[in-house]
């Protein structure tokens, strides 16, 4: 893909492109490699109603923070016989493309209502702009994180945006989960 930005998805099931008009946030998975300004990135948004998601960045940094798998590979990639290393691995990649979704669908609804913590952290646009309480293991962060493959440590999202966001979808925090 040469520019998401520009990209049209085309559905894959086989249904028309009109059907996806019933929703107001679409994350759409691709299998290219994408770059942002030369670094790999696992998303992007440039609207407020589509975001992609790029599964062999994914993929690429769950192998990475997994580690070495032996002594001759230098990241995780085990043989599928491993099938305890292929579900951790799984696992892995099914949590980055979760993560990653739900960091693009705040920068789609960061278009309606201002998400101020959005691009925060190590990597942001914006040099010294933090994190909320100092943590980067939150959805706003402008770096994937290892929070964002793993369980732990939990992420969450910004105690200003939940706000934004609970006001957005009309919950409390409690029903918004």
Known sequence: MANPATAVAQPLYGGSYNSFLLFDHIVYIDGDWYTFDGTPAPGYTTRGDSSWVFYSNVVNYAEALLGPYGK???DWTPPLSDAAAMQKLVDAIGRG?????????????????????????????????????????????????????????????ELDDQKALEKYFNCTATDCK
């Open 72 to 74: 001759q590979l230098l």
């Open 97 to 157: 493309i979760g993560n990653t979704a739900a960091h693009e669908t705040g920068h789609q609804i960061s278009f309606t209502v201002p998400l101020p913590g959005m691009e925060c952290g190590p990597g942001a646009p914006k040099p010294g702009k933090d994190c909320q309480g100092s943590s980067n293991y939150v959805y706003e962060a402008a770096s994937a994180n290892d929070a964002f493959v793993f369980d732990t440590p939990s992420i969450q999202w």
